[in-house]
């Protein structure tokens, strides 16, 4: 029997939040959650890249159980990048997971699906988790394009990736449309989005690596919608942005995906 798929539930706090906000926000998260809900749960928080050092050191000094994650990474590892951020200087701050194409990320600063796909790749080299996010905008989903649109960036995305590596891998499906809108995905649309990537994936690699990796769902996941997505068969987490920005409701989302 696979083991079954820890819900893996994660805080995108975006371009918000400085470092002193950030440290109260980790400290106060922490304070709200239980300590058996890790039991039962993985969380991760992705603040932005100035915070990063101080929140591992919070999460580090007071031996945290939450996952330090980061939003975003340049695909090689040094050099000419100015601006850019290393996935080894990453890999070095005990970073564990990396958000890489997100639909900010794609559609303001245009990266494609081939930039996506290496740095994906370079997230794997340093033993970091990415979590691949994929989904259709809103007029691809009312010219009924929405499986064409996400099982495509799902497999350029992961061109050149192996079946282990994709096991640990996380895919988060959000819709565009639903991503800081209020709108979100009907349980039974996230259901069903999420059961065809798993099946892309069992048809591309095989059904253990399908069975593993996780599959999150994202696009304004409040506390009013964590239970009904969790109850999906093919839902194994929710990547949240407005929400995770506040620990209070961010606790709830986490502590009613751990008793789902
Ligand atoms: P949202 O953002 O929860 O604010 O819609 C989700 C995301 O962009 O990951």
């Not at 330090?68 to 850019?84: K, P, R, V």
């Not at 996400?150 to 995305?157: D, M, N």
């Not at 895919?171 to 209020?182: L, N």
Request: charge should be negative.
């Amino acid at each position: 029997m696979p083991e079954p798929r820890r819900p893996l539930i994660s805080g995108n706090w975006k371009m918000n939040l400085n470092h002193f906000e950030a440290i109260q926000a980790v400290q106060k998260l922490h304070w709200l959650l239980p300590k058996d809900v890790y039991e039962t749960v993985d969380v991760s928080v992705h603040p932005p890249f100035t915070d990063i050092r101080s929140v591992q050191t919070v999460i580090q000094g007071d031996s945290m159980e939450l996952i330090l994650g980061a939003q975003h990474c340049h695909h090689d590892d040094s050099g000419a990048f100015t601006g850019e951020i290393s996935p080894a200087f990453l890999a070095k701050l005990d970073v564990k997971m990396v958000i890489v194409g997100h639909s900010e990320r794609r559609q303001i600063f245009g990266e494609d699906d081939a930039t996506v796909n290496v740095k994906l790749r370079a997230i794997l080299k340093h033993s970091m988790t990415p979590i691949l996010c994929v989904g259709e905008t809103l007029a691809e989903r009312e010219a009924g394009e929405t499986e064409i649109r996400v099982l495509s960036q799902l497999s350029a995305g992961l061109d050149g990736v192996k079946a282990e590596q994709a096991a640990s891998m996380v895919i988060a499906y959000e819709p565009v449309w639903a991503i800081g809108t209020g709108h979100t995905a009907t349980a039974a649309d996230a259901q069903a989005v999420c059961s065809a990537i798993r099946s892309a994936i069992a048809a591309r690699f095989d059904a253990a690596t399908a069975a593993a990796i996780r599959i999150q769902y994202g696009g304004s996941v409040k506390a009013g919608t964590t239970e009904e997505l969790m109850a999906c068969a093919d839902v194994d987490g929710a990547l949240v942005g407005g929400a995770s920005l506040d620990p209070d409701e961010f606790a709830q989302i986490i502590r009613l995906a751990a008793s789902s």
